[in-house]
Structures are given as C-alpha cells and as structure tokens.
C-alpha cells in the first residue's frame, strides 16, 4: 500500500505545532498502525530528520499509552481497540491519513504526538482507592460473597485503560466516563461502598480543578472508548455523586 | 548471643581498589553484657591483605556480616575464617585463635578447633536462609529480623525504581509504614508498567477448590516446575503468603471472577493438577496493577511516596560501600537528576526485549538491573529464560513485538499439527482449511506425549515440543512455524452442560455450538478479540494458531533471603530477580512472586538493613561519589549522540536479537554459543562506531532512549550466552543439545550443577567471574520431572 500521512509535529508545548505531510510506501496490511509508525520514523532518521514522538508501550491494547487522533477519531477508524491493535488493513491504498495528538486542555503537548496526561493520575490520587493497608490480616477472601452480577459490573468498569481517548472525543473534554468507571468500581463492592460519599466528592472536584469540561450526554466516548466502557457508569456516578451532596 | 566480624576495611568505594592492593584486615570479637549491649572484645587492625587473596563472599561484604551463632552454617562459616585466617597471616591465626579461648563464654565458636586444617574452599555465596523447618523459617525469620520504629522511619529515605506489581506493591507498602518513598518509571505513569498485560491469574494455595491444595503443594509444584534450580526456603516463604495476597487484593477492590454463590473462582494452569489460579477474565495482570496504583495513589495524596514519572534510572550510586541513590534522565527534558536515599530497591522487570521480539513492552529494558550488576550486584541464571508456548506467531519483518495468548486457553484448547506432512504443506499453501482435516487425521502431540498433563505442561516442555514439530516440518502458517490451538471440543463440551441445565436438546449441533460459545466468550472474550483483530481470523470458527516466542526471563540480580543484592543497601524484587522460578517458571506465579515480594517480603526484611541507618540522617546528593556518576551517565549520552554513524538503534536491536534467539533460543549447543558470544562482541563494538542517535540530549528524544537499553543489552546478551554455555545440562527453559535422553527430553545434571550461577561483573563480560550457590533440597526429592 501507498499512504499519504499528513502528521501533527509540535517541538515541544510551548511553540506552534502543524500538520507536515509525508508519503510511505510499501505499507503491508498485516502491520499494526505503530508498525507503520516506526517504518517512517526509521525512513526519516536515514534522511535527517527527526523522528515523530509518539508514546507506545504494550503494543497489546492494554497499557493505554498510545494516543493518536486518526483520521477524525480516537484510536482511529476501528472500534473498541487502541492504536496499537488498529491494523493497517482498515486503510486502502492511497489513502490520505491525518495523525494527530489527543487535544484537550488537561492533556497538554510535550512533543509530536506526546501529550501530558497527570491530570489523569491526580484524579486518581484524590479518591481512587480503598483505604485499607498492607498488613494481610485483612478478613479472608471469600468472607464476603459478592452477587456476580455486581462482581462483573465492576469488572467492567475497572477494565479502563486511562488512555484519554473519551476526553479526547468529548466536544467538551470531559472526563466523566473516565472518573465514573473508578467511581462505578468500588461503589459497586462492598468494600469500596464504605468510602463511597468521600472518593465521589473528592475525584469529581479534581476534576473539575484540572479543567476538564462537564457531560452533556453526547455519547461519543462510549463509542470511541477502547475497553467498551458503558455510559451507565456515568449515570452510577451521578446518582453517587447526588447521594453524597445530600449526605455531605 | 555472640559473633565475630571479620572484614577488610575499605577506606573507599569498594570497586575503586585494584586487585593487588593491599588493605587492612579488621577483625572484631563481640560480647553479650548483661544489660543486652555488645562489647567489642577484641579489635584488630594493623594486618595486611591483598584484596585478591580475599574471594570469599560473606566476609568480603563491606556490611562486615557477623557470623551469628543462629547462622545455618555457622561452624563451616568459623572453620574456614580460621583456615583462612591461618592461609594469610600467622600473626592474625593466634590473635583469632588467642582471642576465641580466652573467652569461656564462648566455647560453642569453635567446638571443631581441632579441624583447622581443613582445606580452605571457596565458601559459596551466603543466601542467608534462616535455620529450622521450612515452614518455620519465615515465621522465625519474621520474628527475629530487626526493626525500625515508626519515628525513625520518617527519617528514612528509599528509592523504588520500576511500578509494576512488585514496584507499585513495594512503594505502596513502605510508604505505608512511614518510610519516605520516591518511586520511579520511565512510563507516563505508573499505572502502565508492563505487570498490566498479564492475562491469565494468580496462584493461591487457598483450596477454596476443596481439590488437596496447600501450602506444601503450591511450594513443592513451583520447585518441580522450575526443574529445581530454585532456592527452596524463597519458593516455601512465597507459598506461604500465596493466600495473603487474595485477601489483600479483594479488600483493596480487585474484581476477581466470582461464580453464582458470590465466592472466587478459579481455574487450572499448566504443570499442576489443582485449580488454584485466581483470574479476572484475561485481564488478571491489570486488574492487579490497578489494585497496587490505587494501594500508590492513596500514599501519593498522603504525600509519602513521591512520584516520578517518565523518568529512567541511568546508574546506581554506591556511597561508603552502600547503594545510597540514583542517577536519573527526566525523558521529557533530557535532564539528568541525582536522587539520594538510605536504600535502593529495583523492581524493574525482566530482559526479554534482549531477543528483540518478545511479548514485553517496547520499553521494557534491562538498564537498572545491568546498571547494578556494573557497579557489583551479582546476576544469577542469566540464560534461564522462559519461552512461552502459546504467542500469536510472527507475520513478517516488520513486526516489533509479539502478542501471548494466555495459557488459560491450554485449559480449553487443544494444540495439534496435521498428521501428515501433505496436510500441513497444503495448509500453509492455503488449499485446505484446518476444520477440512478430519479428527483422525490430527496430531493432538502434546496428549500423545504427555497423557498425564496433555496440554497443560509445563511452559518449557509444551514450547519445545512445538518447535520440535514444526522443525520436522508440520508447521501450518505461512513461515511453518506455528500450530493450532483448537477450542471445538470444549465449544461442544461446554454447549452441551449449558444445554443440560436449561433442559434443551443436547443433540442440536447449531444450539450446543453457540451456547458453548457464549461459555467461550465469557472465559475468554478479550482473547479472542485480541487475537481476531491481530491476525483477521475469528477463533471461535477457525482453531487459533500459535507459536512459542520469549515472555520471561526467570534469571535477574542475585539476592539473599532478605531480598537484598551483593551491594548493601540494593534490593531487587519482582522478575528482576531470580530467586523463585529455577529454570522454569510455572502460569500465573509471576503475579504472585511480585506482589509477595512487594507487600508481605520486603517491607519486613528491608528493615533488618535500615536499622542501621536510623542515626544516618539525610543523605547528600552533593558527594563526589554522586558527582562522578553523573558525569559518567553525561559521557556516555554525549558520545552516543556525537557518534556520527549511519545505521539506527533498531538495526542494532534487530541484529541482537536475532543472533540471540537463533543461537541460544529454545535449543543451545556449544558451538552456536561460542558463536554468538564472537558475534555479539562484535556487534557491540560496530555499535559504538555505527550508531546514530538523532536529535540532542536535552529533549525527548526516543532514539536516545533506545540507545542506551541498547547498549546494555549488547553487553548482556554476552553473558547470557556465557552462563548458557557453561551450565552443560538442560534444565527447565535451558536446554543443551548436548544434553537429553534418547526420546529427546532435557536430561539434568544434578551431581554437577545444582547451584545457582551468578555472575561478578570485571570490566566487560567476557571476565565475568563465577561464584556458585549451592542449591540443598532437603523437603522436596530431586526427581526428573515427569509429566508423562
């Protein structure tokens, strides 16, 4: 296949980024989009230029590194995989394809298509977890059954990767599906139900300082998010998030 | 209690002294007084020693390790200082001797004087194991290593590098505690180490299954699987927490598989015949990082662990004989940090991108383990590593990693080649669909071989068995190297149970299959989609194909029982060390050796080393010892990025790679070894004439990053091949042509090489030098292992 790939390069995030475009032959359709990546990066280090910063880790779908905007989407055109699990068999040859870094305002540019995602870790910090410490005299595994249908639930919801592609895709960048897919998991366990009015306060207001934008129930994310993560976790959080306000 | 030290007294770092100069010998006695303080009883100095005439470990420690009467090996550890002590200095044997029986109190220090002029051996390196029964050595252990009180925590520093299970458990935990932690990944955060794309579970002797689990059982299959080159009292000490981590993790929040009564689930791995794996779907591994991060994060909005991400440790600082910081890049900005602390612990995983293509991350390196092995940490085992059976095959050159399939499938799957080599060339060729070749017409080869375990043997044995089929020619994709893994048998198996409980007929084919699916789906469904979007087949219609490719290096850094590595004051955990799995790691014990290691081993054991330092107070970063390692990391980035060469890091990467895993892959013989050491040595050298980095040091520059886990790679993939060629026997993921019975099975060779090897970095390493651990089972019988 013959591409034509037009790639958002930024030096670092403070200077003015632009699409340059360059032309990749030889593309086999086996080769995952980051495969195709590293083929050009690897063309252009032979001519002197510098290659395209990226983050990539796993290479399996599951680390949540990578974050390109192909073509108009998060992860691009396939669904419910990362970038790194988009094969190049979804393109035809000569295909025109934009690259760019997941924008929003709490994801800022470090360079290329680097983005900066603390703000992402810093939710996290001010609620996602249970407080309980290491010391394994914890009460026995099975002492408390769990329904599985709660169990699966939460399993769903915990199955989120944190790669940004729902705030990415929000008109509004909002972080909702994220926050509430933290949310949803332990308020859907006995064991996180004891924190629950504290972790939904703190988490929503984090979120609110880092500057991500509120949800207007456009749907978006649940259909660009890589792990599936159902809009009802945002409802979860919402009825938790009211709960709490009334309790507070 | 009494002990004598005995020691060299360096007035420098350690590595800084040539072999032929000469040091003082120190030699101290110590008295128990009545009020519980120690006496010094005698004190000497003033004797010389030239350092190379000083290779014994335990008394080469610059730690000045006592030699306590509660030690296991007490009286031979007496007998040869005296023999050795007698070899140096006349002077020096009637000062110790004199020193010894003038003392009535401490008689039992020498009830075999009559001995001393046994010959001097080498004594083997000190593990440390605790004395008494196997099960009663941790517990004792536990009860008798020493502690730091909660106010003196806050004083104390400890450097974390790595957040995957054990890192993330380990910083977690010690911040907990109170101790100050600053932890480190190269990743964005920490949330992305490499621990999250483990599928398939965990092991626990729990019995939940009521199936004759127990601690005992877990230990003794973990021992037998790594083909015994593991250390006993670590693997007991490993299964004995084994079930403390499944409380742990459900209390933190970790949605595990439960079944309709709300209690856990679990399944069966391969090389045991209980079920004691406990999963989350296949996503086992990132449910549990989860658990660990958020176990992190709440000791990171306490403020007591600080976090750094995107920063890669660039070197160990050794201050005064002890690991007291790091050298740090920030990736971001290429800026080199120093870090100082009271120790350091590295969890940061295993070295399996050495073989280029593997089913590590694309980060994953061996920079902080080579780093510590240069600066005097031993490396154990180097060339035990694992070969996981069950990988989605290579489609083409340009691939840059490959993708495992977990080995929960083997529970379902059944792995076959055609019985005929027409067969399978005409599927390779494409002219006939795997579903076309009738039952009879299949080779089920690992249920021919193994009908005990079929196909759920061990990893080393299923991976060798694929090759060895796909070598004579039964290989059925595109490059001959791949077999099915074939899930009809329980599609219809499941669909008909499904069938029977709903009370539908059990002879409708259509409804069976698609029951049996959904039962599929639930197991398994981010497999298979994980597979279908890989490869463009649907697995639940065609069988999966599957080939073996390198998953975990069961070698790291040498440890002792306390988890710590030859240089005080360094721990290793987690994959990058080497202590639990032997040759051969058993499925879903890499999950529960991390997180032993992180939240029930090593926050104990670390403060037996701490309590030392409790009067230390902060450590400077402004020391020269800080100074010089800083310079050295900034030399070396300068030359790779002035090197004017012509061929990128990846070329070189490749080329390793593929001289490792052709040479000392799953099959080794001496030739090809002696090969690849030529090769990679010379690889090497083209590296520092060739390379290009791009770009400058004072920006994200990826290329450089590559480069230097490079580099130390290109010296490691030596070693690996070294330590291979010396160990002439084949044991567990090691197998040596050279070395197998007549139906080509790995033969052992316990009478020879039952020890651990763990390598001494000289220089460069061809001059590796190699200590031996003995490795003594006494609970468990050397047997071959059989799981025919």
């Known amino acids: 296949m013959q591409l034509k790939l037009k790639i958002w390069r930024q030096k670092n995030g403070k200077s003015k980024g632009k699409f340059e475009t360059y032309y990749l032959n030889d593309v086999s359709p086996d080769m995952s989009f980051l495969e195709m990546m590293d083929v050009l990066n690897e063309n252009l280090m032979l001519k002197g230029i510098d290659p395209i910063a990226f983050d990539h880790d796993c290479r399996e779908g599951i680390c949540g590194s990578c974050s390109m905007f192909i073509n108009g989407e998060a992860h691009g055109p396939d669904r419910l995989v990362t970038t790194c699990q988009l094969h190049m068999r979804k393109f035809k040859d000569g295909d025109t394809i934009y690259v760019e870094p997941f924008r929003a305002k709490p994801f800022p540019v470090i360079k290329d298509l680097v983005v900066d995602r603390s703000s992402f870790d810093r939710i996290q910090h001010a609620g996602g977890f249970i407080s309980v410490n290491t010391s394994g005299n914890t009460q026995d595994a099975n002492a408390t059954p769990i329904e599985k249908e709660d169990a699966d639930n939460a399993f769903d919801a915990a199955t989120c990767i944190g790669c940004g592609a729902c705030v990415a ?44 934008g509120n949800c207007t129930n456009t749907g978006a994310c649940e259909v660009e998010c890589p792990k599936g993560i159902s809009l009802e976790n945002i409802a979860r959080m919402n009825r938790e998030y009211l709960l709490a306000n009334l309790k507070g | 209690m009494k002990k004598i030290t005995y020691s060299l007294n360096y007035r420098k770092p350690k590595n800084s002294y040539n072999n032929d100069d000469e040091l003082m010998v120190c030699l101290r006695s110590y008295q128990k007084l009545n009020n519980g303080k120690f006496r010094v009883v005698k004190k000497s100095t003033g004797i010389k020693c030239k350092l190379k005439d000083w290779d014994s470990d335990w008394h080469k420690s610059v730690a000045r390790n006592p030699i306590k009467s509660t030690d296991e090996n007490f009286l031979e550890k007496n007998r040869i200082l005296k023999d050795k002590s007698i070899e140096l200095h006349t002077k020096l044997t009637s000062l110790f001797l004199g020193n010894v029986k003038s003392d009535p109190k401490n008689k039992t220090t020498s009830p075999d004087s009559t001995k001393t002029k046994q010959n001097g051996r080498g004594f083997l390196l000190d593990s440390r194991v605790p004395p008494g029964p196997i099960d009663q050595k941790w517990v004792t252990h536990k009860n008798n290593i020493r502690l730091v009180s909660p106010s003196n925590k806050r004083e104390i520093d400890i450097i974390v590098v790595g957040t995957g299970l054990a890192g993330g458990s380990a910083a977690a935990t010690l911040a907990e505690l109170g101790y100050n932690v600053k932890a480190f990944c190269f990743q964005d955060s920490p949330r992305r180490a490499h621990s999250i794309a483990a599928q398939g579970g965990i092991n626990a002797a729990k019995n939940y299954q009521g199936d004759g689990d127990s601690v005992y059982r877990l230990f003794y299959d973990t021992v037998k699987g790594g083909d015994y080159r593991s250390r006993e009292a670590n693997v007991y000490r490993l299964a004995e927490v084994s079930a403390n981590i499944i409380d742990q993790c459900v209390a933190q929040g970790v949605p595990f598989a439960r079944d309709y009564g709300g209690l856990l689930d679990n399944r069966s791995f391969g090389g045991v015949l209980v079920s004691r794996t406990f999963y989350a779907k296949g996503q086992t591994g990132q449910q549990l990082l989860l658990g660990a991060y958020s176990a992190m994060n709440r000791q990171i909005g306490r403020g007591k662990i600080k976090m750094y991400n995107r920063h890669e440790m660039m070197d160990l600082v050794i201050v005064d004989g002890k690991a007291r910081g790091i050298i740090t890049r920030n990736l971001i900005n290429g800026k080199i940090e120093r870090h100082a602390a009271h120790a350091v612990v590295i969890a940061s995983g295993g070295y399996g991108n050495l073989f280029y293509l593997s089913t590590n991350a694309m980060g994953s390196n061996v920079s902080a383990s080579w780093k510590i092995h240069k600066k005097g940490a031993f490396f154990a085992n180097p060339c035990f590593t694992q070969i996981h059976p069950t990988c989605i095959p290579v489609s083409g050159d340009h691939q840059s990693k490959l993708t495992l399939m977990s080995e929960s499938l083997r529970n379902d799957g059944r792995i076959w080649v055609p019985k005929s080599k027409e067969d399978a060339e005409a599927i390779r060729k494409g002219h006939l669909r795997p579903i076309d070749i009738e039952e009879k017409d299949r080779d089920y080869y690992l249920e021919r071989r193994y009908p005990a375990f079929g196909n759920l043997v061990p990893r080393d044995v299923a991976s060798r068995a694929a090759k060895e089929r796909c070598d004579e020619g039964y290989g059925v994709n595109k490059t001959g190297e791949a077999v099915f893994l074939d899930f009809t048998s329980a599609i219809i198996r499941y669909g008909k149970e499904k069938a029977h409980v709903k009370g539908l007929n059990e002879n409708d084919k259509e409804l069976v299959s698609k029951l049996g699916k959904q039962v599929i789906k639930a197991k398994y469904g981010n497999l298979f989609q994980m597979y279908e979007k890989i490869v463009d087949q649907n697995p639940y219609e065609t069988p999966m194909m599957i080939y073996p490719a390198v998953h975990y290096t069961m070698g790291g850094v040498w440890v002792d029982y306390n988890l710590m590595t030859t240089i005080p004051g360094c721990f290793a955990i987690g994959e990058a060390n080497f202590s639990d799995h032997g040759a051969n790691r058993l499925g879903a014990s890499a999950l529960m050796q991390g ?136 044991c567990g993921g090691h197998f040596r042509e050279e070395s197998q019975t007549p139906e080509g099975e790995a033969l052992r060779d316990d009478k020879n090489f039952s020890f651990v090897s763990a390598w001494e970095f000289k220089g460069n390493p061809a001059k590796a030098k190699l200590h031996k651990e003995k490795l003594n089972y006494e609970n468990v019988e050397l047997k071959t292992r059989s799981y025919k």
């Open chain 1, 169 to 212: 895709t929000c008109k509004n960048a909002s972080a909702m599906l994220f926050v509430s897919a933290k949310v949803s998991q332990y308020s859907l366990l006995p064991q996180g139900k004891v924190e629950a009015t504290n972790r939904v306060l703190n988490m929503v207001k984090q979120m609110d300082e880092e500057g991500f």
């Open chain 2, 595 to 730: 997180l032993a290691d992180g939240y029930f081993v090593l926050p104990y054991t670390i403060g037996d080393y701490l309590a030392d330092d409790i009067r230390t107070g902060k450590i400077s970063t402004e020391s020269p010892e800080f100074e010089k390692a800083e310079n050295s990391v900034k030399e070396q980035i300068d030359n790779l990025i002035m090197n004017s060469g012509t061929k990128t890091v990846d070329y070189f990467h490749k080329k390793l790679g593929k001289i490792i895993w052709n040479k000392c892959g799953m099959s080794r013989n001496e030739k090809e070894l002696k090969e690849a050491i030529k090769q990679v040595q010379l690889l090497r050298k083209e590296f520092y004439q060739e390379v290009f980095v791009p770009g400058n040091a004072e920006s994200f520059n990826e290329p450089l990053a590559k480069a230097l886990r490079v580099a130390d790679f290109l010296e490691l993939g030596e070693l690996f091949a070294k330590d291979a060629l010396e160990r002439e026997e084949s």
